[in-house]
């Protein structure tokens, strides 16, 4: 799609701020648990933060999202407050969660993040569920529903989508086609060469764009978004990105041919947008300013995780049900 | 079918038609509900039992919604709208067909309110029926309540009743909690007393239909009848037996049973499920636990063959549990 104009240039800072929230996160995560500060599971997210930040950028806080346990990008995209997810990652009481949910399980009803599973594709029905309320309720509310290529190969994929297609429900299907489930490349275990070609399949209005594009991005984002408001139903978008990093921290990603890292790499998004923004007249004095924010906010955040304490542990005879549970 | 009268109203119902009644009391007290399953509109024929018949002429089909078949889809859907405020009523058409949904039950429904600190709850009913002896064969019969008892964060439910199952649906239909309201598909058609329209039975409560002070018999849904047919011929021989009816499986009245057995000295837990690893193990474990040196004998079991549910009439009628069972295992604690 090169023939997709810029976004404006206040949608483009939108974006490259969000985005830059995302890396700055995925690094100093990565560097706390390489220290031994934090000992977590953690799925780096580092090469995929335009997808996210272009996609939320197109959406409201009171809008539904569902995304999976590599959603560090999603969640923060969509606006949880650093400090309250910092400390969720590291299983405090302060946490997002109580503790009980950790990295893998976010949950923020305010900024409409109302599930993260752990679950490949499992994600997928329940979006239809918060889709299927806001069509009940006339809310103009979307559901984004994220997950990765590897989710298209689960039966709650075509069971979920079949049914968004069959009522029209006001959802968005983000597959963000980082071209690796797991260790698995994606020719090795998907029959269909693309994922739009299952999304047609099923009747669903369906777009493929490269989702490293700022401008690109958020205009897929956008039409879907209107799409759906309007009452016409679901799309599945697939934004084409990458993972420069294996599938969770510890991994080095091996089974990655070189040549494809690196020329990955090359195509790093976060660099490009921010050249976008330069040659924008954007001042690279306002660019540095906004990174000087994020970091300050990352900074704040991962100290406030690392000095809160942990829950009781009885706390886990809280939330079972409704009444505190017998011991 | 709708809900009752006050006059006019029938003195006797169907099992099948408390349930209908329940959801219809449930739909006209709270916009909120919502049913979704295969075939439940009155276009697809109001449920392949009829349960749902008449609801969505009276409710309409965006609050009764016939759906693919798609058991993932059904409850993932459950689950989402729980999420923000609904309170769905999930039909899945058979028990065996729970096996498909189990990701969205175990992982989903059950734990999104811990895992999210208790931000969300999922309110949702997942009402299914199931029951052996009417030969459909290993894939239409199961009782697998014992599974989705193991898992914390889930209600499971069995009435014996037409009376409990309105009062235990309602009351599940509007717990905070996701629950799994299971009925006996053989028994859908038996006949008894008419509920007045507000009757409600919580849930977590147990019933004791029948006192008696020799021996109690723990049971639930189906086991209820065979108990009291047990315990009327053994009347007879002046062995007197008491029904605990649980009602509600999970979380199970432990009170109302060790009180029972307290007094009897003597259990026999009853379930049509398969006997090993059921839930007669996890009750009799229980009353070992607590009352071990009262006990006349070692708490017995009932259930039925460690073999999937067979399909001839003479080898589902062997594996199945049965009266003669019960009053197997009676004689043989009480000597």
Redesign the interface.
Known sequence: MSDTQMADKDVLIDIFTRADLIMQSDIKFRKMIGAGQLQIVYYPVRGQEVVSAAMMAAVNQEDYLVTIYRGLHDQLAKGIPSKDLWAEFAGKMAGTCKGKGGPMHITHPETGVMVTTGIVGSGIPIANGLALASQLEKDNKVTVCCFGDGASNIGAFHEGLNMAQVWKLPVIFLCQNNLYSEHTPMAFATSSETIKQRGDGLGMRSVRVNGNDASEMYAAAKEAVEYARAGNGPTLIEAMTFRFHGHLLGDTGHYIPEAEMEQALKDDPMPILRQQLLDMQISEADIAAIEAKNKEIIDEAAQYALDAPYPPGDEYRIDVLDVEIAA | MSTPETKDAPKEIMFAQACNMAMAKAMADDPKV?LLGEDIADEQGGGVFKVTAGLSEQFGT??V?S??I?E??I????????????K?VAEIMLMNFITVAM??IV??AA???????????VPLTIRTTTGAGTGLGGQHSDMLEAWLAHV??L?VVAASNPADAYGLLYSSIMD??PVIFIENTPTYFTKGPAPAPDHVVPLGKASVPREGTDISLITYGRGVGASHAVAEKLAGEDISCEIVDLRTIA?FDEETVLKSVAKTKAAVVVHEAVKNFGTGAEISSRIHEELFSELKGPVGRVGSGYAPVPFSPAIEKAWMFSEEDIEREIRKILG
């Open positions: 919502i965006d609050r919604r759906t693919p798609s993932q889809a409850v993932g859907a459950a689950v989402g709208s729980a999420l923000v405020g609904y769905p990701d969205q992982n989903h734990k999104l309110r811990f895992m999210s600190g208790g931000q969300t709850s914390p964060g209600k905070p909690n979380p």
